[in-house]
DNA sequence: CTGAAAGCGCTTACAG
DNA sequence: CTGAAAGCGCTTACAG
């Protein structure tokens, strides 16, 4: 016990007896077991993430949010991709409980409601990230994906876009709330919000070039499109460079998230800037609250997104 | 006993028990502790991966690579961003090593080789990513950074480019030993390798353009560029479009790495097409016959690069 | 400020 | 095929 308590509380050990262990644990290069500090304890200092993609940009800045301020706090991660799939979301729900995290951040996907009930069974407490819940036992962390896309939508009409397509990949969730937005502000405006190009394929640059050609053939009044992501609007761009097609003159483009390259791309690319860093932050913020016993009043807190015009639309 | 035979060798027990160990498994939502699991076999199947970076969509392939040959294993993952630090390698590997991981799978920094002892002395085995060690008692998997560079310069000479210049960031080991193959290569064709623009700040798009205007205010007859990263070249790229410089006929660009946007720019990139994903599946798997007490006799493994000619070099 | 006792939930190794 | 015993390396809670 005095050893236990010189790595923990070295204040309440007399001096003497703290060097002894000190000289002793250097000597043998000792390493506390973890396990046995969580079998112990019943604390495992263990956050799991459950992601939909690491190759997607968005949810690598919402990593390092959620690492910048549950590292300092001595947490570690298991950190789950769960491409997407329903499935692999509850294969590595189950297989992460066995770990005994402490907290769950997840982003969630078609098919999460029996996951986060699964959760519930088992006391853990989850806080739902990109994800905007209302429910007063839950917690989340995010912005409005509707409000996001109508507020995108609209800018385009008032820029006297009259003809605005859509183009998705993927279809996750958030992906068709923002589509309700871009479809609802068509329809505040009286027009058809007819021209969409959706695919369930992944998102890729080279996925936005396709569907970029595809569009122009379903739609070839098409003068605007709003792109689900900026991968795919950049595509979209390079296959309007291609065939010479003027952007923002013949058909402008608007993406969605605000990736690095698109800055810097010729067009800049118009897009909506989502808070990625700070939903990982403020979730897991948001989560050591909870677990210290301390949960704040509001229980779903709403980030924003912003709007950035830039050349391209 | 008979529950702990039921849920891992259920064959060796009688179909009654197992029947009444699955009944109360499921009315109880039984999940086994991974701590005691660890604690009472000394084996924590868990693997601790140590990458500079996650934004760098490389190392997120290479994870992809790790997780499809372990996962399949029944492995889990520590994932460790050193953000190319030594310091904070030092701190995740005795942060890590808490957990007993089975192995761990380390893409190095400059400062590695303090870490590569300590981890010997723990008795934990350890494969090198990116990095072809030629010590016995070592593994690693990954390709000659330096011959690569030396490859994509000796194309860019033989197309006639007669002053191509070479800017780079971040400036770890592996980009050091690119830039080493560039400069063999102009020294072997009786030129000087004086057009270099370094820097220490993380590579990205926007970074890429502002090395390409001071490359050309620094040697204004380059006449082709080997960017050490494809989104180096990609942010060059733009900044020749901005300033109206035809790509290749004023100026060439090469990239490296093959990143998806590279194909689909306009031009297209000219790049070396690294193979990350492999050396995380092989990496892996090489981990995994070690760990199995089924070494190879190859402890090093070459995964070869491939120069992809398209149209900006 | 220090320490003896018990226990966290499993597995190993041995006996039957 | 089943089970009793011991122990993995810590922490909790209690006593002094």
């Known amino acids: 016990m005095t050893v236990s308590r010189a790595l923990k509380n070295p204040a309440q050990i ?25 079998l112990a304890s019943s604390r495992s200092r263990l956050v799991a993430v459950l992601v939909p993609s690491l190759s997607n940009a968005v949810f690598v800045d919402t990593l390092a949010g959620i690492q910048d301020c549950l590292g300092p706090a001595g947490y570690q991660f298991l950190i789950g991709n769960t491409n997407y799939s329903a499935d692999k979301q509850a294969e590595l729900v189950s297989t992460y409980l066995a770990h005994a995290p402490d907290g769950f951040l997840v982003t969630g996907i078609d098919g999460s409601g029996t996951l986060l009930q699964r959760l519930a069974t088992a006391r853990v407490p989850v806080v739902r990230m990109y994800d905007l819940s209302r429910a007063a036992d839950e917690w989340s ?16 009409l008032e820029r006297g876009y009259r003809r605005p397509g859509f183009i998705a990949a993927q279809l996750d969730p958030r992906t068709m709330q923002r589509r309700a937005g871009f479809r609802r502000a068509l329809r505040e405006a009286g027009l058809n ?16 070039s ?22 795919l609007a950049l595509g979209a761009l390079f296959e309007c460079q291609r065939r010479g097609l003027a952007v923002p003159g013949r058909i402008a483009i608007a993406g969605f998230n605000d990736l690095p390259p698109s800055a810097w791309s010729r067009p800049s690319l118009t897009t909506i800037t989502t808070p990625r860093y700070e939903i990982g932050f403020q979730a897991a913020q948001l989560l050591l609250q909870v677990l210290d016993g301390q949960p704040p009043d509001r229980n779903h807190i709403d980030l924003r997104f912003t709007l950035t015009p830039r050349e391209s639309a």
Request: charged share 20%.
């Open 14 to 38: 007399l001096p003497e007896a703290r060097e002894r262990v000190e000289a002793a644990v250097a000597a043998l290069g000792y390493v506390p077991s973890h396990a046995a500090r969580t």
């Open 141 to 156: 962390v995010g912005f409005s994906q509707q409000s996001a896309g109508f507020t995108l939508t609209r800018y385009l």
């Open 193 to 208: 919000p007819d021209v969409e190009i959706l695919t369930k394929e992944p998102s890729s640059v080279g996925l936005g």
């Open 210 to 231: 396709a569907l970029l050609a595809r569009m122009l053939e379903h739609a070839p009044d098409c003068d605007a499109i709003f792109c689900n992501n900026d991968d």
